[in-house]
């Protein structure tokens, strides 16, 4: 059993970043694929490193973005590995800082909102924090501009059976918090169709990890499917409208409840980085 905390943090760090070049490489072959199909030019990654000081060694990270692809209106791929000290007003929010607010924290986040309306938003995220405790968190969800019953249920049980590897309890409990935790109150509706979503996971370490790492392959499986499934099927400037008006929900979501943006902009994250779960374009009706 692994019981230093510096070898936690090396594992899932280097586990994070080398997801992010794994799904660097999927997502750009979607792009180069369906650009020789269509006979158009590819978006390839604009990738950009940010620190989180310039004076204290604090980390930073590698945020990269597809903005008016062929199948990506907008994808953005963010890795972080940041420390420091939370602000008093912040550090009551988070576990393990009542007598210390120091922290460290490493992640991944994927937002990919799409060209083709058939197509879901689909977000994923991964997290692993320390303070006087340490502990994971994340989760995987769907937001189709038009209902796709026959999508949302192997969507659901892809993830089910991922789950399942590890714990039966799992999927039902995880995917309870996520459609609680994906809701917005003010317009008593849910974000999407939901998947899974858990915060402070901390049981036996390298189990957890293991299951971070499945859930981060079980969401490539999803998105990589579903944007396979669909990428070539028609679309109108009717179901384009429905889908900025989605986004519409998406951005009031993750400006005034996520959890994950109010924690990047109260750690001196890298405001692009933070801010690329905003799609393009949107519209509010």
């Not at 799904?23 to 989180?52: A, M, N, R, S």
């Amino acid at each position: 059993m692994i019981k230093d905390i510096y070898i936690k943090k090396k594992l899932a760090s280097t586990w994070f970043l080398l997801l992010q070049q794994i799904f660097f490489y999927e997502f750009e072959k979607l792009e180069i694929d369906y650009g020789k199909k269509v006979g158009k030019k590819p978006k390839l990654f604009e990738k950009k490193t940010w620190k989180k000081s310039k004076v204290k060694k604090e980390g930073g990270g590698t945020y990269a973005v597809i903005k008016n692809g062929l199948i990506f209106d907008s994808l953005g791929v963010n890795f972080s590995e940041v420390s420091g000290k939370f602000n008093s007003k912040f550090k009551s929010q988070i576990l393990g800082t009542e007598k210390n607010s120091s922290y460290w924290a490493s992640g991944i986040s994927i937002v990919a909102h799409m060209k083709n309306p058939n197509i879901p938003a689909m977000h994923f995220n991964t997290r692993f924090i320390v303070t006087s405790r340490n502990w994971f968190g994340g989760g995987m969800d769907s937001t189709p501009s038009e209902k796709d019953k026959k999508e949302e249920k192997i969507f659901h049980r892809k993830i089910k059976l991922m789950c399942d590897k590890h714990n039966k309890s799992y999927y039902k409990k995880y995917k309870k918090w996520c459609d609680k935790y994906f809701y917005l109150p003010h317009r008593k509706e849910k974000r999407g169709i939901g998947g899974i979503f858990f915060d402070n996971k901390n049981n036996v370490w390298e189990k957890d990890f293991d299951f971070i790492k499945d859930v981060g392959l079980c969401f490539l499986d999803c998105v990589k499917s579903i944007i396979e499934n669909k990428m070539y099927k028609k679309w109108n400037l009717k179901k384009k409208e429905t889908q900025l008006i989605k986004r519409g929900r998406y951005v009031e979501f993750n400006l005034l409840y996520d959890k994950g943006t109010k924690f990047g902009l109260n750690t001196g994250g890298n405001v692009e980085a933070i801010l690329m779960s905003l799609p393009s374009l949107a519209k509010w009706k």
